[in-house]
Antibody, heavy 122, light 107 residues
Framework: QVQLVQSGAEVAKPGASVRVSCKVS????????IHWVRQAPGEGLEWIGG????????IYAQKFRGRVTLTEDTSTETAYMALSNLRSADTAVYFC???????????????WGQGTLVTVSS | DIQLTQSPSFLSASVGDRVTITCRAS??????LAWYQQKPGKAPSLLIF???NLQSGVPSRFSGSGSGTEFSLTISGLQPEDLATYHC?????????FGGGTKVEIK
């Protein structure tokens, strides 16, 4: 069965960077579109970005452009989200999520990682 | 960007009640709307996509309706295990925005 397993909790200082990983099993990374979503404490879900199979590239929410980098390592079946210049407002649980294998663009998120808490604090 | 407004943000209902959550889009999105259930401390789980199509394995007491700008999620016969926050999401272009969420409490 498909599983997305994320790396553990992170604590970072303001201005620093963090990288969260998401290891895929059950299918190969190239068959999915991995997206990243975050949820600040007590808040709703916020889409950060993800892979668009029709365009063949990563798409980012305007709010995060310039600070976030999404990458994928097919040799280890692992996706990564790196966020730089952290501020306290970035404190949140970060989720990776994916559609069904071989879906097209704009497919809903069927599989989710367990979430990674990133805490930004001096 | 397409904005999604969910209402109410919180509701409290009794077991067996019929509850309806509304999601309004700032512009027409056809039926390109998903509903997710998020239980406390867990990742969201897909319930419905497109707006009217129940995903495999989801109890039939859940249903979705609407198109264009007005959508609703109905739970017909609320159960204790339905304690959760429900989120709508549009998939009608980037950015893929979510509604603010509706927290459902069992009285």
């Amino acid at each position: 069965q498909v599983q997305l397993v994320q790396s553990g909790a992170e604590v970072a200082k303001p201005g620093a960077s963090v990288r969260v990983s998401c290891k895929v099993s059950g299918y190969t990374l190239t068959e999915f579109s991995i997206h990243w979503v975050r949820q600040a404490p007590g808040e709703g879900l916020e889409w950060i970005g993800g892979f668009d199979p029709d365009q063949g590239k990563m798409i980012y929410a305007q709010k995060f452009r310039g600070r976030v980098t999404l990458t994928e390592d097919t040799s280890t079946e692992t996706a990564y989200m790196a966020l730089s210049n952290l501020r306290s407002a970035d404190t949140a649980v970060y989720f990776c999520a994916s559609d069904h294998p071989s879906s097209g663009s704009f497919s809903p998120f069927v599989f989710w990682g367990q979430g990674t808490l990133v805490t930004v604090s001096s | 960007d397409i904005q999604l407004t969910q209402s109410p943000s919180f509701l409290s209902a009794s077991v067996g009640d019929r509850v309806t959550i509304t999601c309004r889009a700032s512009q027409g999105i056809a039926s390109d709307l998903a509903w997710y259930q998020q239980k406390p401390g867990k990742a969201p789980s897909l319930l419905i996509f497109p707006a009217y199509n129940l995903q495999s394995g989801v109890p039939s007491r859940f249903s979705g309706s609407g198109s264009g700008t007005e959508f609703s999620l109905t739970i017909s016969g609320l159960q204790p295990e339905d304690l959760a926050t429900y989120h709508c999401q549009h998939l009608n272009g980037y950015p893929l925005t979510f509604g603010g969420g509706t927290k459902v409490e069992i009285k």
